[in-house]
């Protein structure tokens, strides 16, 4: 077993400004054996995270002051905050999200622990561009399934201020996750979380959208998984050999949940190889991400109904 990692006292006399942190921290994540994507890709934008969050400073806020803040000098309750940040994240090789139990998505921030995945996904940008060019009018019933922590259904509530959005988990856990997002962000009369496996408890309902962001890792892909990853609920991750497994029962039963013109998009990352072996001939449309992200594709109710009733 290596030997762990220990913060050098003595370097405290050196490091005055967010810069110099940032820097050290850089360097300390780069020399250590940490995966990077819970939030972050590089050892950089790691440090910047954990130098602001001990400042109480929001993440983007080196941008917005043409980076004067990389020069504001650190108290040395701050410093400690860094040091010990740094020190777990290291150590014990879990996302710094769940150390500081706030992850961002979609410019909001979201309360988030082990109940719940870390939220990464390209559907903000969806979201922010409200899924243009598929809808043809801002949707009033929205269902996010398979929703963890809420981030996908409260971006949603946020971007459509007038529609309705059923937050569907299996996992009562997550739900009082979503739950407690849902009451920070002062949404608890348009979200609505609901226990549910896939669709069961909406039943006989339709919506004009559906978004999901299922479990997809592909059994070869959750054997090779960094220690980060081991972190957050299997149950959100593993869906079967080849990923497909839930994404199977949503393709099957979301025509009876939507509304004639609704669309249903869901992520499906590395398994999407194995969309045209499980589904061959289905013509979904992959998405194409200015913001990096892959993995994502749109069909319409109408091209899941003529699918099935061909098989």
């Not at 010990?84 to 988030?112: D, K, S």
């Not at 059994?219 to 220690?227: H, K, R, T, V, Y």
């Not at 499906?268 to 892959?294: C, D, K």
Request: aromatic share 10%.
């Amino acid at each position: 077993m290596s030997t762990p990692y220990s913060f050098v006292s003595d370097d405290y006399a050196q490091l005055h400004t967010v810069l110099d942190w940032v820097r050290y921290c850089t360097s300390e994540l780069n020399q250590a054996d940490v995966y990077f994507g819970h939030g972050t890709d590089n050892a950089w934008d790691e440090a910047m995270a954990i130098v602001l969050f001990s400042c109480a400073l929001a993440p983007d806020m080196a941008q917005h002051t043409d980076n004067l803040i990389l020069q504001a000098r650190l108290v040395q309750r701050e410093k400690e905050q860094v040091v010990n940040l740094l020190t777990e994240r290291i150590n014990t090789l879990e996302p710094l999200p769940y150390l500081t139990h706030q992850a961002w998505f979609a410019g909001f921030p979201f309360y988030v622990d082990h109940r719940v995945l870390i939220p990464r996904s390209p559907f903000a940008e969806l979201i922010h561009d409200e899924f243009t060019p598929w809808l043809s009018q801002p949707p009033q019933l929205i269902m996010d399934l398979c929703t963890g922590g809420g981030c996908i259904a409260i971006a949603l509530a946020h971007q459509f201020p007038h529609a309705q959005v059923d937050a569907l988990d299996i996992s009562e856990d997550a739900l009082e996750v979503a739950s407690l997002n849902i009451d920070e962000h002062g949404l608890t009369e348009r979200v609505y979380p609901v226990q549910s496996d896939v669709f069961s408890g909406v039943m006989g309902q339709t919506y004009d959208l559906i978004v999901s962001n299922p479990p997809y890792v592909d059994a070869e892909d959750m054997s090779d998984l960094p220690q980060e990853f081991l972190h957050e609920p299997s149950l959100a991750l593993a869906a079967g050999h080849d990923g497909l497994d839930i994404v199977q029962t949503i393709l099957e039963q979301a025509p009876q949940h939507l509304s004639p013109e609704g669309w249903l998009f869901v992520e499906v990352g590395n398994s999407s190889v194995h969309m045209e072996q499980r589904f061959p001939g289905l013509n979904v449309q992959w998405i194409e991400f200015e913001l990096g992200g892959q993995g994502v594709f749109a069909v319409a109710r109408q091209t899941l109904v003529d699918y099935w009733q061909q098989q």
